[in-house]
């Protein structure tokens, strides 16, 4: 991985037939454990991360919903209005704004320059610092999901796979776009405002605070693009059935490919040291 204050040179390992990345996870595993259960206990010292992490994603859609009533739903019912509001929240707050924090957090204290120097390698410091915003993220979409269906009538899926997908994607790339953000961020107390563009534009774009039934159909086409909006759409559909096996595909694609960007984006530009 490059960028300022990396490693100069990084040994590669050796080739490994199959059932090497077997080997490789079972190595690995409890290295990010230990990283994941010592990043979940900081995060449960910090009130106000916890309380935006848990209770936001949670309120928000409650606030929005004057929004969706007014919206004309074109058959889409509320629960899963409300459900996909709900699931973009978490994205947003639960698992992208506490992963800038956590993320800048940790290198401006210099933890993450100390893990570099031992056996642990750069995805699985990057893993294990997200996995429990990701995990907390993925529990509260789960919870929503069940509270929508029961208590508004949202019914059950009828993709479930594309409402999984989504989920899944959104939950990666809200972790990759915190870690990039986090190399434009300077201190922790500046952590909330580099995360503000991002949440504003996919709140307002993407389908979350607003159903995107009530753009304008150029404007409509345009925040379809934007980073979080093809998570936010698969969720919406696998509810919904609305897109068709074509649209569906290119929804994914999308989606991947911002996912590659911001990989790639972390890859070239994430810093492993404090800011001068």
Same mark, same amino acid.
């Given at each position: 991985m490059?960028?300022?204050?990396?490693?100069?040179?990084?040994a590669a390992g050796p080739a490994v037939p199959g059932g090497g990345a077997r080997r490789a996870l079972a190595r690995s595993w409890p290295r990010l454990r230990a990283l994941a259960g010592a990043e /979940? &206990? @900081?995060? %449960?010292?910090?009130?106000?991360?916890? =309380?935006? !992490?848990? *209770?936001?994603? $949670?309120?928000?859609?409650?606030?929005?919903?004057?929004?969706?009533?007014?919206?004309?739903?074109k058959g889409v019912g509320i629960g899963t209005l409300m459900l996909t509001a709900a699931i973009g929240f978490s994205f947003l707050f639960a698992v992208y704004s506490s992963l800038v924090g956590a993320f800048?957090?940790?290198?401006?204290?210099?933890?993450?320059?100390?893990?570099?120097?031992?056996?642990l390698d750069d995805i699985e410091i990057l893993t294990g610092t997200a996995l429990p915003a990701v995990c907390l993220g993925l529990a509260q979409a789960?919870?929503?999901?069940?509270?929508?269906?029961?208590?508004?009538?949202?019914?059950?899926?009828?993709?479930?796979? /594309? &409402? @999984?997908? %989504?989920?899944?994607?959104?939950?990666? =790339?809200? !972790?990759? *776009?915190?870690? $990039?953000?986090s190399a434009f961020t300077r201190t922790t107390e500046s952590a909330q405002i580099t995360a503000l563009p991002l949440v504003f534009v996919s709140m307002l774009g993407s389908g979350i605070a607003l159903p995107p039934d009530v753009l304008p159909h150029r404007?409509?086409?345009?925040?379809?693009?934007?980073?979080?909006?093809?998570?936010?759409?698969?969720?919406?559909?696998g509810w919904t059935g609305e897109l068709s096996a074509h649209e569906a595909l290119g929804?994914?694609?999308?989606?991947?490919?911002?996912?590659?960007?911001?990989?790639?984006?972390?890859?070239?530009?994430?810093?492993?040291?404090?800011r001068r």
């Open positions: 490059s960028g300022p204050g990396n490693r100069v040179e990084v /979940l &206990t @900081l995060f %449960g010292r910090n009130r106000s991360a916890v =309380l935006t !992490a848990l *209770l936001v994603p $949670l309120a928000l859609p409650v606030t929005v919903r004057p929004a969706i009533d007014q919206a004309d739903l800048v957090s940790r290198r401006e204290e210099l933890v993450l320059k100390r893990l570099r120097t031992g056996e789960l919870v929503l999901a069940v509270g929508c269906a029961t208590l508004l009538h949202a019914g059950t899926p009828k993709a479930p796979y /594309l &409402t @999984l997908l %989504g989920l899944l994607l959104g939950l990666l =790339l809200s !972790a990759a *776009l915190a870690a $990039l953000t404007a409509a086409a345009v925040c379809a693009l934007l980073p979080l909006s093809p998570a936010v759409r698969l969720v919406r559909a929804t994914v694609l999308t989606a991947l490919a911002w996912t590659v960007v911001a990989v790639f984006a972390v890859r070239r530009w994430f810093r492993w040291e404090p």
